[in-house]
T-cell receptor, first 114, second 111 residues
Framework: EPEVTQTPSHQVTQMGQEVILRCVPISNHLYFYWYRQILGQKVEFLVSFYNNEISEKSEIFDDQFSVERPDGSNFTLKIRSTKLEDSAMYFC????????????FGDGTRLSIL | DAKTTQPPSMDCAEGRAANLPCNHSTISGNEYVYWYRQIHSQGPQYIIHGLKNNETNEMASLIITEDRKSSTLILPHATLRDTAVYYCIVRVGTGGFKTIFGAGTRLFVKA
């Protein structure tokens, strides 16, 4: 069964450094998302992306965050200058056609900011 | 998106059916009910969804009451690997809307 893949599984970065998290969504999917989960807390929506542009973003997704679909397969989340509070699991998700179709999630990247 | 209410935790004996309830009394006519689960720190895993009819797939069954104000996810023969946090989510069935996760129900399957 096709799945969403994320790399790396664990990223350790110094505070203030830039980090790029990578995702390969399911190949025929059109909607893409990033979520995060701080340890012990709920899964939180960050951003949705469709037709090469952001369709919705949360308050968490400030100017330090950006997303890109640089080619036909990858979907990336960049954090420009990381803070300690960015430490979390980051999940990528994709959805075939929107509508009632479910979102399928990757297994996440654990981001640790030192 | 409508709000859902789930019990914080439940126990189930291995091999027995696990029935996880969800209340969504303010659900709108165009909102679907989705169930996901999260095993330890893995990504949320889609289980099943429905609008108003009962649904069944290889993982579970979803029973939605006639007034659509509540639903039950049924795992027919729970195994230890079904220990996870289960999320009941309602959202509109159009566009590419975000999924809003609550706290879910932590299901413990015991041997």
């Amino acid at each position: 069964e096709p799945e969403v893949t994320q790399t790396p599984s664990h990223q350790v970065t110094q505070m203030g450094q830039e980090v790029i998290l990578r995702c390969v969504p399911i190949s025929n999917h059109l909607y893409f998302y990033w979520y995060r989960q701080i340890l012990g807390q709920k899964v939180e929506f960050l951003v949705s992306f469709y037709n090469n542009e952001i369709s919705e973003k949360s308050e968490i997704f400030d100017d330090q965050f950006s997303v890109e679909r640089p080619d036909g397969s990858n979907f990336t989340l960049k954090i420009r200058s990381t803070k300690l509070e960015d430490s979390a699991m980051y999940f990528c998700a994709s959805c075939a056609t929107g509508g009632r179709q479910p979102q399928h999630f990757g297994d996440g990247t654990r981001l640790s900011i030192l | 998106d409508a709000k859902t209410t789930q019990p914080p935790s439940m126990d189930c004996a291995e091999g027995r059916a696990a029935n996880l309830p969800c209340n969504h009394s303010t659900i709108s006519g165009n909102e679907y009910v989705y169930w996901y689960r999260q095993i330890h720190s893995q990504g949320p895993q889609y289980i099943i969804h429905g609008l108003k009819n009962n649904e069944t797939n290889e993982m579970a069954s979803l029973i939605i009451t006639e007034d659509r104000k509540s639903s039950t996810l049924i795992l027919p023969h729970a195994t230890l690997r079904d220990t996870a946090v289960y999320y009941c989510i309602v959202r509109v069935g159009t566009g590419g809307f975000k999924t809003i996760f609550g706290a879910g129900t932590r299901l413990f399957v015991k041997a």
